[in-house]
C-alpha cells in the first residue's frame, strides 16, 4: 500500500493554506508534520481523510482496496476525541467497533484495545467523568479496537502525559510493523524509529 499526494493545492476563502505539497509514505512507514501553528498541518490530514475538497493536485492510494476511497480505509483521529460522556469507556469502544467495522468487536478485541492504553481501570467509568488525558487514551483506543491499515492522527498527544506518549508511539509503531501506513502531526517527538518528517510550508516537498 502506498499513499501519494502530489502538488496539492488547498484553499479556504481568499487564502492559499497548502500549495504545491508532495510527499509519499507507505506500508510500514510513519511520516510526521512538522510546522508551527496555522502553517496546514490540520488542513492536510483533514485533505488526505476526505473532510476538506483539494483546489488542485491529487491523493492516490495504491495497493488498498479499490472499492474503498482513503476514508474508508483510515482512521481519522483529529481534535475532538468524539465520545459519549454518558457511556462508560468500554461503550464507547464498542460503539465505535461496531460502526467502524459494521459489526460488534469480539471481547478479547476491546481488551486488547483497553490494555494498549491502560484503559482497563476505567473500562466501567462513563466518559464524562475522566481527565482530558484519559479521554485522550479512550479516543486513540478505538484505533486498536478497529483495525484499518491508514492511521490520520492529528495532534494526538493532546493532554497525554509522558508515559501516555510512550503508549501511543508503541501503538503506531506497532502498527507501521504490521504493514500499517501512519501520517500524523504533532509538535511531540513520538520517538519512532525510522520516523520520517515533512516540514509543512510553502512548497513543501517530502519522497
Request: charged share 20%.
Amino acid at each position: 500500500m502506498r499513499l501519494s499526494v502530489e502538488n496539492l493545492v488547498v484553499e479556504r476563502g481568499a487564502r492559499r493554506i497548502l500549495d504545491g505539497v508532495s510527499f509519499a509514505v507507505g506500508a510500514g512507514e510513519a511520516l510526521v508534520l512538522v510546522g508551527p501553528n496555522g502553517a496546514g498541518k490540520t488542513t492536510l490530514i483533514r485533505t488526505v481523510a476526505g473532510l476538506i475538497g483539494a483546489t488542485a493536485g491529487s491523493i492516490r492510494l495504491d495497493g488498498g482496496d479499490p472499492e474503498k476511497d482513503v476514508s474508508q480505509q483510515a482512521h481519522y483521529v483529529g481534535h475532538l476525541n468524539a465520545l459519549k460522556a454518558s457511556l462508560t469507556v468500554e461503550e464507547n469502544l464498542r460503539f465505535w467497533a461496531a460502526y467502524l467495522g459494521g459489526e460488534q468487536a469480539r471481547r478479547a478485541v476491546i481488551d486488547d484495545a483497553l490494555a494498549a492504553f491502560d484503559l482497563e481501570p476505567l473500562a466501567m467509568i462513563p466518559a464524562g467523568y475522566l481527565s482530558a488525558g484519559q479521554k485522550r487514551r479512550a479516543c486513540l483506543a478505538r484505533l486498536v479496537a478497529t483495525p484499518r491499515p491508514i492511521w490520520l492522527l492529528d495532534e494526538p498527544t493532546v493532554s497525554l502525559d509522558a508515559a501516555s506518549v510512550q503508549l501511543l508511539a508503541r501503538q503506531v509503531a506497532r502498527h507501521a510493523a504490521g504493514g500499517g501506513l501512519v501520517l500524523a502531526a504533532t509538535h511531540i517527538p513520538l520517538g519512532l524509529d525510522g520516523e520520517r518528517r515533512l516540514e509543512i510550508g510553502v512548497r513543501s516537498a517530502a519522497a
